[in-house]
């Protein structure tokens, strides 16, 4: 790996953030809104998924018992 001195590397690094596309504001709360809605989504599914499978195993072991 090639030696780059403390002072190149700054550059390098201001470099490269100045060609990332940074969101907006907008796109920012947006973007969360949709991962907090999807979240929640997903954990009534699972939610449901898990008490159906719970509700079958608690039935085979009353079966058994």
Known sequence: MAKVSP???IRQVRAETAKVHWPT???TVATGIMVI???LL???FFFGVDAFFSS???FLL???G
């Open 7 to 9: 002072g190149e590397f």
């Open 25 to 27: 504001r907008k796109e």
């Open 37 to 39: 809605v999807m979240t």
């Open 42 to 44: 997903l954990s009534i």
């Open 56 to 58: 079958i195993v608690k």
């Open 62 to 64: 009353s079966r058994l």
